[in-house]
T-cell receptor, first 116, second 113 residues
Framework: GAVVSQHPSRVICKSGTSVKIECRSL??????MFWYRQFPKQSLMLMAT?????????EQGVEKDKFLINHASLTLSTLTVTSAHPEDSSFYIC????????????FGPGTRLLVL | KQEVTQIPAALSVPEGENLVLNCSFT??????LQWFRQDPGKGLTSLLL?????REQTSGRLNASLDKSSGRSTLYIAASQPGDSATYLC????????????FGSGTQLTVLP
């Protein structure tokens, strides 16, 4: 099956720093990638949808200047949490939609972010 | 706006018991419904995907049903094992303008040995 990787799997940073998370589709091309955030014991909440070569579409309440998304190629999307604060600590999961399978999303293993 | 609800939020059963997890959604205009498993601190593992035209899907000890008109799905787990302990998430892929996955809040299952 299709594989999506995320890097890093876990990151600890100081408040005020920026953190970049990568999401890669390893064996397929993804025109669309999604970024989710999950707080402890809560479900996944969609943050934004990114399409290759265009600007991301952010969900209501998600600050686009704080969560920068770049989808530069058909296999890579990045999420940069700028000036991270403790309340940004969460589990971030990406998913990718293949070119020929628009109803199916393949999920990455997630990135645990802890901001001190 | 699609809303997905899962009941119960948590469930604890003895090993060997059959169990049912419930999922309901408010907008029946969907392409498919998917059940996922999530272990603590891990990503999602897709268990079953039911297309809107289907009534059920089976994989091993798992059986998922879909009643689109009533906005309900169930995940049946037969002969539960301690290894089944995890959080089970239901997600609906809406066919409206949003065309996105909406997740329920999950059911945390504990199977006691």
């Amino acid at each position: 099956g299709a594989v999506v990787s995320q890097h890093p799997s876990r990151v600890i940073c100081k408040s005020g720093t920026s953190v970049k998370i990568e999401c890669r589709s390893l064996d397929f091309q993804a025109t669309t990638m999604f970024w989710y955030r999950q707080f402890p014991k809560q479900s996944l909440m969609l943050m934004a949808t990114s399409n290759e070569g265009s600007k991301a579409t952010y969900e209501q309440g998600v600050e686009k200047d704080k969560f920068l998304i770049n989808h530069a190629s058909l296999t890579l999307s990045t999420l940069t949490v700028t000036s991270a604060h403790p309340e940004d600590s969460s589990f971030y999961i990406c998913s990718a939609r293949a070119l020929d399978s628009w109803e199916t999303q393949y999920f990455g293993p997630g990135t645990r972010l802890l901001v001190l | 706006k699609q809303e997905v609800t899962q009941i119960p939020a948590a469930l604890s059963v003895p090993e060997g018991e059959n169990l049912v997890l419930n999922c309901s959604f408010t907008d029946s205009a969907i392409y498919n419904l998917q059940w996922f498993r999530q272990d603590p601190g891990k990503g999602l593992t897709s268990l079953l995907l039911i297309q809107s035209s289907q009534r059920e899907q089976t994989s091993g000890r798992l059986n998922a049903s879909l009643d689109k008109s009533s906005g309900r799905s169930t995940l049946y787990i037969a002969a539960s094992q301690p290894g089944d302990s995890a959080t089970y998430l239901c997600a609906v892929f809406s066919s409206g303008s949003a065309r996105q996955l909406t997740f329920g809040s999950g059911t945390q299952l504990t199977v006691l040995p």
